[in-house]
Nanobody, 117 residues
Framework: QVQLAESGGGLVQAGGSLRLSCAASGTIFSIISIRVMGWYRQAPGKQRELVATISNSGSTNYADSVKGRFAISRDNAKNTVFLQMNSLEPEDTATYYC????????WGQGTQVTVSS
C-alpha cells in the first residue's frame, strides 16, 4: 500500500505561482516499486486530465496546456514529487490529484488550486 499526502494548493491571481508537493509513504518495498508519480487535475464539470508525470528514471511528460509553465520534479530521498506552477491562468483552476503507479494506481485526496482573473 502507498499513501499520498498533497499540500501547497490555494488561491492565487492570474500570472502567479504555486508549488504543490506530494509525499509518498508506505512500506519500503511499496515505495521503491513506484514506477511513475505525477499529477492529474479535475475542474468542475470536466473529466480528470493528466497534468505531468515523472518516472523513477527522471523522464517527464506534460500536457500541452502546461508545457513551458509547469515543472515536475522529485526528491527520491524524501519520496516526494513537486509541481512548480508558474504563469497560472484561470483555466488552471481545478482540484489537483497526486498519483503513484506501481502494479496498481494510488491517488491522493486532492488539493484545490484556484486562479482568479
Amino acid at each position: 500500500q502507498v499513501q499520498l499526502a498533497e499540500s501547497g494548493g490555494g488561491l492565487v491571481q492570474a500570472g502567479g505561482s504555486l508549488r504543490l508537493s506530494c509525499a509518498a509513504s508506505g512500506t519500503i518495498f511499496s515505495i521503491i516499486s513506484i514506477r511513475v508519480m505525477g499529477w492529474y487535475r479535475q475542474a468542475p464539470g470536466k473529466q480528470r486530465e493528466l497534468v505531468a508525470t515523472i518516472s523513477n528514471s527522471g523522464s517527464t511528460n506534460y500536457a500541452d496546456s502546461v508545457k513551458g509553465r509547469f515543472a515536475i520534479s522529485r526528491d527520491n530521498a524524501k519520496n516526494t514529487v513537486f509541481l512548480q506552477m508558474n504563469s497560472l491562468e484561470p483555466e488552471d483552476t481545478a482540484t489537483y490529484y497526486c498519483y503513484a503507479l506501481r502494479s496498481t494506481t494510488y491517488w491522493g485526496q486532492g488539493t484545490q488550486v484556484t486562479v482568479s482573473s
